[in-house]
Each structure stands twice: as C-alpha cells, then as structure tokens.
C-alpha cells in the first residue's frame, strides 16, 4: 500500500511539472508578442516566474518521490518493491527526463532573457519548441507502461 502511495504522489507531482513545461512556453511567447505594452510584458514576466518557481517546487518533490520509487527498496526491502530490477527502460526514461529538465531550464532562462530586456524568438519558433515537450513525454509514458527493455 505505501508503494501505491508513492506512485501516486509522485506521478501527481510529475503532472504538475508537466504543466508548467507546457506553459511557460506560452507565456513566452504571449511575452514576444506583446509588442511595446510594457505593463501587458510585466505582468506576463511576473506570471512566469511564478510559474517557473512553482514548477521547480513540483519538480523537486517528484523527483524525490521517483528516486523513493527506484532506489527505496533499498532501504525499504519489505515495503517497497524493487521496480526496475535488471531492466534498463529506466535508464531510457531518466535520458529523457534529463531532456526535459534541460528544456525547461532553457525556457526559464529565455524569461529571465525578457526580464532583462533581451530578445526572445519568435512566437512562431516558441510555438514550435512548444510541441516538443509532448513528444519526449509520449516517449516517458510508453517506457514507464511498455518497460520494451
């Protein structure tokens, strides 16, 4: 029962931070359209970086219920089960975890960009690397069911 527990934080969580990989992305790119409306720019800037703060908070607790997950059995032997074994779908989902992680860093820095008064791409090219997350998450969820390795 603990173990379902965990499983069930932790992919709560994961959701959460799914949720602001895919929005950020579109307040980005609300921001590179705004034009010369400065207070429409501030109050797109301040809503994400609330949401790039609140998605930090929801990664770190997710990833600390995923390592429970993978390595609890090891302090935990009778509770939690050993879930990845020898089995190295794990390794495929952590490589594309790490993407993600990575992309979402570079949309808080593309923010942290406007803030500053820099330039952003395009909402077209934004709208495209929007799309991307979606993919690498299909790939997440087909080796979590799957486990194909």
Known sequence: ????????????????WMATVFYLPRILVNIAEAGDEP?????????GRRLYRFG???FGIAFLFGLTLWQ????????????VASLHWIDAKLTLIVLLLVYFSWTGR????????????????LRIMNEL??????G?????????F
């Not at 997440?140 to 194909?148: C, R, S």
């Open 72 to 83: 609890g059995w090891r302090l935990f032997p009778q509770t939690l089960p050993n879930v």
């Open 140 to 148: 997440v969820i087909f080796l979590v069911i799957a486990k194909p």
């Open 1 to 16: 029962m603990t173990y379902l527990w965990i499983k069930s934080l932790h992919l709560l969580f994961v959701m959460a």
């Open 110 to 125: 593309l923010l942290k960009r406007s803030e500053q008064g820099g330039a952003l791409p395009s909402g077209k090219v």
């Open 56 to 58: 930090h908070n929801m």
């Open 133 to 138: 997350p979606v993919l690498v998450l299909l």
């Open 39 to 47: 207070a429409v720019k501030a109050r797109l800037i301040l809503m």
